[in-house]
């Protein structure tokens, strides 16, 4: 009976105690390869503290997600075929910007939120610079074992036909935001205290895989914060901010319906308000880094009232609440 005893626990202790022999590759494949991403962010101009790097299966799946605070970034991936998309800070970081079907690599979009005022709704936040890169990839087996044998510390076999230089990705993101320039003539500059308005019909957002807006109905609310004298009358207001709706030509200022509805405080603390049509003043070029600019230049612009007093420019336009001036949206 004591030997039979001893002999339960020898077996059970042999297959417990781990074998000297490593386990099959087969078992091991499913790690998968590991992808280094390298992201030069020289040609947007952008200097990001952080970026999403998503691998998206061509079978579908959810997608393999990193985020980064660096430009360059390993990753894991089984084999198969992916889309690979890269875009700068991560999905947490900004500030006015926010994302929507990140598990869907066509539909991954980028867009600001909404608000409502007296005046009219969908009014949207001005975004904040955006970039990024799509690609396709392919990880083989031979990527995964090659993996596999440089984590032993071992040569991988003869029938392995890769190196490390094929599991290494550069990645050169384009700008998908714009920069949006607006110049407005005036007579009478000088009794403005402050001006601003709306920019009508432009996009709410932007497709992160091929830049295309996505919708073309949104106001965009902008201040003033430059006024220019031409005379001791006459001069023209100017301000410069981020915008969707214009990427390498997808969506050009073709459509017609654009308008700019200003606004201004003047010189005895009454409102105005003129409604302008931009469709013809709208021109569009290329900048610094390849940067999509749009200049909106609304020439002749307004004629504001010669009203009596004088006051400080750019008290905010925020405060006008001036409801007895005509509104005509």
């Given at each position: 009976?004591?030997?039979?005893?001893?002999?339960?626990i020898l077996l059970v202790t042999?297959?417990?105690?781990?074998?000297?022999?490593?386990?099959?590759?087969?078992?091991?494949?499913?790690?998968?390869?590991?992808?280094?991403?390298?992201?030069?962010?020289?040609?947007?101009?952008?200097?990001?503290?952080?970026?999403?790097?998503?691998?998206?299966?061509?079978?579908?799946?959810?997608?393999?997600?990193?985020?980064?605070?660096?430009?360059?970034?390993?990753?894991?991936?089984?084999?198969?075929?992916?889309?690979?998309?890269?875009?700068?800070?991560?999905?947490?970081?900004?500030?006015?910007?926010?994302?929507?079907?990140?598990?869907?690599?066509?539909?991954?979009?980028?867009?600001?939120?909404?608000?409502?005022?007296?005046?009219?709704?969908?009014?949207?936040?001005?975004?904040?610079?955006?970039?990024?890169?799509?690609?396709?990839?392919?990880?083989?087996?031979?990527?995964?074992?090659?993996?596999?044998?440089?984590?032993?510390?071992?040569?991988?076999?003869?029938?392995?036909?890769?190196?490390?230089?094929?599991?290494?990705?550069?990645?050169?993101?384009?700008?998908?935001?714009?920069?949006?320039?607006?110049r407005l003539c005036a007579t009478?500059?000088?009794?403005?205290?402050?001006?601003?308005?709306?920019?009508?019909?432009?996009?709410?957002?932007?497709?992160?895989?091929?830049?295309?807006?996505?919708?073309?109905?949104?106001?965009?609310?902008?201040?003033?914060?430059?006024?220019?004298?031409?005379?001791?009358?006459?001069?023209?207001?100017?301000?410069?901010?981020?915008?969707?709706?214009?990427?390498?030509?997808?969506?050009?200022?073709?459509?017609?319906?654009?308008?700019?509805?200003?606004?201004?405080?003047?010189?005895?603390?009454?409102?105005?308000?003129?409604?302008?049509?931009?469709?013809?003043?709208?021109?569009?070029?290329?900048?610094?880094?390849?940067?999509?600019?749009?200049?909106?230049?609304?020439?002749?612009?307004?004629?504001?009232?010669?009203?009596?007093?004088?006051?400080?420019?750019?008290?905010?336009?925020?405060?006008?609440?001036?409801?007895?001036?005509?509104?005509?949206?």
């Open positions: 009976m004591k030997a039979k005893f001893i002999s339960v042999a297959m417990l105690t781990p074998g000297c022999h490593r386990r099959p590759l087969d078992l091991t494949m499913s790690r998968g390869a590991d992808i280094t991403v390298i992201v030069h962010w020289d040609s947007t101009g952008l200097r990001p503290n952080g970026m999403t790097v998503s691998f998206y299966p061509k079978n579908g799946g959810n997608p393999i997600t990193t985020l980064s605070n660096s430009d360059t970034v390993k990753v894991g991936i089984p084999a198969g075929e992916y889309n690979l998309l890269v875009f700068n800070e991560t999905v947490s970081d900004f500030t006015n910007l926010r994302f929507a079907d990140i598990s869907s690599f066509n539909g991954i979009y980028a867009y600001t939120e909404s608000y409502s005022n007296k005046y009219c709704d969908d009014i949207r936040t001005t975004p904040e610079k955006l970039a990024s890169s799509a690609r396709e990839f392919a990880v083989s087996e031979d990527m995964v074992r090659y993996t596999l044998y440089y984590h032993r510390g071992t040569a991988p076999p003869e029938d392995v036909h890769v190196s490390g230089e094929d599991l290494v990705i550069h990645v050169w993101p384009k700008l998908i935001t714009c920069i949006i320039n607006t009478h500059i000088d009794k403005a205290a402050s001006a601003g308005g709306y920019l009508c019909h432009f996009a709410a957002g932007v497709y992160l895989a091929n830049g295309k807006a996505l919708r073309e109905d949104a106001i965009f609310s902008i201040d003033f914060n430059q006024k220019d004298m031409t005379s001791k009358t006459d001069g023209y207001f100017s301000n410069t901010t981020v915008g969707f709706g214009f990427y390498n030509d997808i969506f050009p200022p073709a459509v017609s319906g654009y308008s700019f509805d200003f606004f201004a405080v003047l010189a005895d603390n009454t409102g105005y308000r003129n409604k302008l049509g931009i469709d013809d003043r709208i021109t569009s070029h290329n900048g610094i880094f390849d940067e999509l600019n749009i200049d909106i230049n609304i020439c002749p612009g307004v004629d504001l009232p010669d009203v009596e007093g004088e006051q400080a420019w750019n008290i905010g336009v925020n405060e006008w609440e001036n409801e007895e001036v005509p509104i005509d949206l």
